[in-house]
């Protein structure tokens, strides 16, 4: 089965026995989403050596999901320096797969935030530039497929700076070509757009994004209010952001008549969505979906009595597409039961359940500093795993 890496405890073949399947995101920072089903696998064949285990690496379109969507359909790794979120080169990886015609790619490779410290987070000045440039290297590989995974940005330009690195010129008041890089400070200043000389190419490309999010550009529910904080923003420049955006989302609907701002999903990543919505002719993806879909998740799970997912921090934000939710909406529909294993489990978590999460575990086991538990995240899960599998199978005997 392509993408499913079956693993008996003892290496043997599947059996029709206990049947696990792994199914984790990454864990932000500090393991990748192979790295976090590895560790879980190995907690569970502790607790039950007869156990046989299906690794299903996920992601939802945020980090990790190049590495996801390779699992599954096979491809190479190729890696191109670009622009990062504040203009320094950073070297980024993104897929093509078997098929030399689709390229994969995820926008926080070139535009995340881990690419930043905490304290060099400037959510007025990111660009999406360099994910622009990502796209353009996969046109120039002969991509006429790409998959853009949202989420994990630094940014909150709307895909200004991807759209300029593509050809679209943003012109200010005065008529002039803005000339630095896209960002949410020069959102407002935008008087007009001119896409006449964006990569042609495009034209005969299908571009699918991939979303984390179902959030819309602006408003209470938007790209500025929900994740700038976490990228850096105050109050007071949330506020700046969301109108910038609401102003660019304006501009666009003048230039091309696309309505972008209240799209489900506009506001992933940073408002990108809207941008690839705007520019790039882009269909709009739930990632979690599509990368199921692709690494035949259904499937695995049939027979299975268990499922163990996982994330680096789950909290309210979980529910809006990622990786737990979607688990446990898929595997409610085969009746098995759905555990999530988080870094940390923050406000709102527990609308998970209404999901289909059966139980949520943080996997830290003692008061523990971030970068300790971020540290040691493989042997926490390990153990957690361990636990969890321990007590199904106790519940089984009685
Ligand atoms: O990048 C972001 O803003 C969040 O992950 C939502 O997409």
Redesign the pocket.
């Known amino acids: 089965m392509s993408g499913l890496n079956n693993l008996g405890a003892n290496g043997g073949q599947p059996s029709a026995g206990f049947r696990v399947v792994v199914s984790p995101d990454s864990f932000k920072g500090s393991l990748s989403s192979v790295e976090a089903a590895e560790a879980i696998r190995s907690g569970v064949c502790r607790a039950a050596p007869d156990a046989h285990v299906t690794i299903v690496p996920m992601a939802d379109g945020?980090e990790g999901t190049v590495d996801a969507v390779l699992a599954a359909a096979g491809g190479e790794r190729v890696t191109v320096t670009v622009t990062g979120p504040l203009g320094e080169p950073v070297e980024a990886a993104y897929g093509i797969l078997s098929d030399g015609r689709t390229a994969v790619i995820e926008m926080a490779a070139a535009s995340g935030?881990p690419l930043l410290s905490a304290e060099a987070r400037d959510p007025m000045a990111a660009t999406t530039y360099g994910t622009g440039q990502l796209l353009r290297d996969a046109l120039e590989r002969g991509a006429k497929r790409i998959m853009i995974g949202?989420?994990?940005?630094a940014t909150n330009d709307g895909g200004m700076g991807m759209a300029q690195a593509l050809g679209v010129r943003f012109l200010d008041r005065t008529g002039q070509e803005m000339t630095g890089y896209g960002c949410g400070r020069l959102l407002a200043d935008i008087e007009s757009i001119d896409s006449a000389g964006i990569d042609p190419r495009l034209a005969s490309a299908e571009v699918t994004i991939l979303?984390?999010?179902t959030?819309p550009l602006c408003g209470s529910d938007g790209?500025s209010a929900v994740?700038g904080p976490q990228?850096g923003a105050t109050p007071e420049l949330v506020q700046r952001l969301d109108a910038g955006l609401a102003h660019y989302a304006a501009r666009i609907a003048a230039h091309n008549g696309r309505l972008v701002r209240d799209v489900p999903g506009a506001g992933?990543?940073?408002g990108l969505g809207a941008g690839l919505l705007a520019f790039c002719n882009a269909e709009m993806k739930p990632g979690i979906r599509v990368i199921m879909e692709l690494a035949g998740f259904e499937r695995a799970v049939e027979g299975a009595r268990l499922v163990i997912t996982g994330e680096g921090r789950t909290d309210g934000q979980t529910a809006f597409g990622k990786v737990p939710a979607g688990i446990a909406d898929a595997a409610r529909r085969t009746g098995v039961p759905v555990v999530c294993l988080s870094g940390g489990l923050g406000e709102g978590s527990d609308v998970l359940y209404e999901h289909g999460i059966a139980a949520l575990f943080s996997i830290a086991n003692r008061p523990m500093a971030l970068d300790e538990a971020m540290r040691d995240a493989g042997t926490l899960l390990a153990e957690a795993a361990e636990n969890i599998v321990r007590l199904y199978r106790a519940g089984m005997r009685s």
């Open positions: 945020g935030l949202l989420g994990g940005s979303s984390d999010v959030n790209a994740y990228k992933a990543a940073g």
